[in-house]
């Protein structure tokens, strides 16, 4: 279904089909490696979803299928700068694609915007980034699954590392105005996810 929607994309800018396939490859192969098991094509197809939810409130809804296409492109969980890498191939493809340079401005933004998931004067880059989040307000059994898949993506790190480094990240979700930028979001994840985030925190303080 992904390829079918990434084909679908392209094929409004360029009729290389060659190249299509290329590109396709290429997100297929960096989320399938092994080490990612919560940043993989699954994820993607979540995140889809939960746009896909909002599509109507979406002013350019293509810049923001090239930013979930894009956004993990490059993850590697002992490194700092994911968003900035994954930022500048989705830059390199688009200029490649030809697409204005307005609208590479806001698929930059919308990347960058998934490591400090601050607020936007853009409603597209907030829908984006309350689609990523939107896993926290799961129903807590997926949550689960959700926080077991991260820690094997940080298994490099020990327990008592990683524990500290986890929880911080879950206050500052916790320390936010309102986690969810836009109401739609809010009004579906916000309790949820603030339950989902305290119970997380009161496992890893064990």
């Keep these: 279904m992904l390829k079918k929607i990434f084909t679908s994309l392209l094929s409004n800018y360029t009729d290389d089909y060659r190249q299509i396939e290329s590109l396709w490859k290429e997100i297929e192969q960096n989320h399938g490696k092994k080490n ?15 746009l896909n939810e909002v599509k109507d409130k979406i002013v350019d809804w293509d810049i923001v299928l ?4 894009y956004h993990d492109f490059i993850y590697n969980a002992l490194k700092q700068n994911n968003e900035e890498e994954s930022a500048k191939k989705a830059v390199e493809v688009l200029h490649i694609l030809s ?3 307005n609208r ?14 601050n607020t936007s004067k853009n ?46 990240v879950l206050r500052h ?34």
């Excluded at 959700?146 to 480094?165: A, C, H, L």
């Design 66 to 69: 090239f930013a979930l296409f």
């Design 104 to 117: 590479i401005e806001l698929c930059n933004e919308i990347i960058l915007a998934t490591k400090g998931h």
């Design 123 to 168: 409603d597209d880059v907030n829908y984006f980034t309350d689609a990523d989040l939107s896993i926290l307000g799961s129903d807590w059994e997926y949550y689960k699954t959700y926080f077991k898949q991260v820690r094997k993506e940080y298994k490099y790190y020990p327990d008592f590392m990683y524990n500290k480094g986890r929880v911080k």
């Design 36 to 50: 990612r098991h919560y940043h993989n094509l699954t994820h993607l197809k979540y995140l889809y979803d939960q």
């Design 173 to 206: 979700f916790l320390a936010m105005p309102r986690i969810f930028k836009t109401d739609d979001f809010y009004n579906r994840f916000e309790r949820q996810a603030k339950e989902n985030l305290q119970q997380e925190i009161t496992i890893l303080s064990k």
């Design 99 to 101: 697409v204005n340079k």
